[in-house]
T-cell receptor, first 115, second 114 residues
């Protein structure tokens, strides 16, 4: 079974541009999470969905960030306009509540650089 | 609010020796779960081991074991017989049983020396 898929793997953009990160969770998983990893702040949750519905978006830094999950197999995280401080690795993870440990399975991440 | 503290930013360990990575947590919830993840230089996050707050025994998964001391709110990871491939960042994380939000510690970088 394929793991969590993220695209692109690397993104370099200029300040002010719109950036869209994409995620395909593991089939059958009904929870999807977006995390951001930076040297300064470590790993932090941005938002998570359950059955395509946003449950907790308290980690979304500001209105420039938005996330959607139009169906069970696809989610996007959009930054508009992007700023240099948004440079980070963005991880998508998925899980269900039927597993032995309910561990979250992480995608490979998208490394975003905003110039 | 939940908080995870990893006090060791980095450490060296000799190949084939055991290493203990410290993790303390703070929560007022009676039910919670504790995870350890490994992040090699390639960047992916790899699940290693899980401990539930009500589990009576310490968790073990192969060369990984978790020294769970509930009263002290600590969940240290022990890696036995270290291998060169164990060189990575290691993150301790906590989850509320009722929700699925992971709170991560700052991580510990381990370098295994041959």
């Amino acid at each position: 079974d394929a793991g969590v898929i993220q695209s692109p793997r690397h993104e370099v953009t200029e300040m002010g541009q719109e950036v869209t990160l994409r995620c395909k969770p593991i089939s059958g998983h009904d929870y999807l999470f977006w995390y951001r990893q930076t040297m300064m702040r470590g790993l932090e949750l941005l938002i998570y969905f359950n059955n395509n519905v946003p449950i907790d978006d308290s980690g979304m830094p500001e209105d420039r960030f938005s996330a959607k999950m139009p169906n069970a197999s696809f989610s996007t995280l959009k930054i508009q306009p992007s700023e240099p401080r948004d440079s980070a690795v963005y991880f998508c993870a998925s899980t269900d509540d039927r597993g032995r440990y309910n561990e979250q399975f992480f995608g490979p991440g998208t490394r975003l650089t905003v110039l | 609010a939940q908080k995870i503290t990893q006090t060791q930013p980095g450490m060296f360990v000799q190949e084939k020796e055991a290493v203990t990575l410290d993790c303390t947590y703070d929560t007022s919830d009676p039910s919670y779960g504790l995870f350890w993840y490994k992040q090699p230089s390639s960047g992916e996050m790899i699940f290693l081991i899980y401990q539930g707050s009500y589990d009576q025994q310490n968790a073990t998964e192969g060369r990984y074991s978790l020294n769970f001391q509930k009263a002290r709110k600590s969940a240290n990871l022990v890696i036995s017989a270290s291998q060169l491939g164990d060189s990575a960042m290691y993150f301790c994380a906590m989850i509320k049983a009722a929700g699925n939000k992971l709170t991560f510690g700052g991580g510990t970088r381990v370098l295994v020396k041959p």
